[in-house]
């Protein structure tokens, strides 16, 4: 089976950092897309960052140079560095083995991490 376990969220500062951390099992990142997604309340679920099998990345314009993308290998691990955040930023986010979510809502079918909140005052 696959899981995906994230963690890392949290309450901070605008204009603080966060990093959030997806490691999987029963899966690999290696050759293997996967995309971090958040939902705030009343919002749909917003692809923010995705993390193609090439190694090529993709940003949402809001969190463009304020986010980033990494990938340890030997961690089965993806990485989400969040600088500079912002109260809009507020949401849980998540992670997602599928860089091409689309839907509403988040972790209607697919495999998807648990979420963590991260809340930006």
């Known amino acids: 089976d696959v899981q995906l376990v994230e963690s890392g969220g949290g309450s901070v500062q605008a204009g603080g950092s966060l990093r959030l951390s997806c490691t999987a099992s029963?899966?690999?990142?290696?050759?293997?897309?996967m995309g971090w997604y958040r939902q705030a309340p009343g919002n749909g679920c917003e692809l923010i960052a995705a993390?193609?099998?090439?190694?090529?990345?993709h940003y949402e314009d809001s969190v463009k140079g304020r986010f980033s993308v990494s990938v340890d290998n030997a961690k089965n691990t993806v990485y989400l560095e969040m600088n500079s955040l912002q109260s809009k930023d507020s949401a849980v986010y998540y992670c997602?083995?599928?860089?091409?979510?689309?839907?509403?809502?988040?972790?209607?079918?697919?495999?998807w991490g648990q979420g963590t909140q991260v809340t930006v005052s």
């Open positions: 993390l193609w099998s090439d190694g090529s990345t």
């Open positions: 029963g899966f690999t990142f290696d050759g293997s897309g």
């Open positions: 997602a083995a599928d860089p091409a979510y689309q839907a509403s809502e988040c972790r209607l079918f697919g495999n």
